[in-house]
């Protein structure tokens, strides 16, 4: 693995994640993926085991913690938001 840039115009530090060029960036990424065996991803294996994990953190929430679900004009008022600051 290469060591981070020189510090760069207009960057704060050469320390860090963001500081890598480009390429070392994608190859310490794609290492977080290969962590871990195939065999031994559970969730890629039994689907059923996902879904059923899924459905538990959604059961974690309070009832005042389910907005959207429960006013779906704050829903769509929060997309439109959304998609308006993604546009620039």
Known sequence: MTSPNPK???SASTRGFA???AETRRAVASKGGQSVPK???SF???RTLAAEA???GGQNLSDESRSF???RDLAAQ???KGG???RG
Request: glycine share 12%; net charge positive.
């Open 78 to 80: 929060a997309g439109r």
């Open 84 to 86: 308006r600051a993604s």
């Open 19 to 21: 500081s890598l060029d």
């Open 54 to 56: 899924g459905r538990k």
């Open 44 to 46: 890629s294996r039994n």
């Open 69 to 71: 679900s429960r006013n």
């Open 39 to 41: 065999e031994k991803r």
């Open 8 to 10: 760069k115009p207009g």
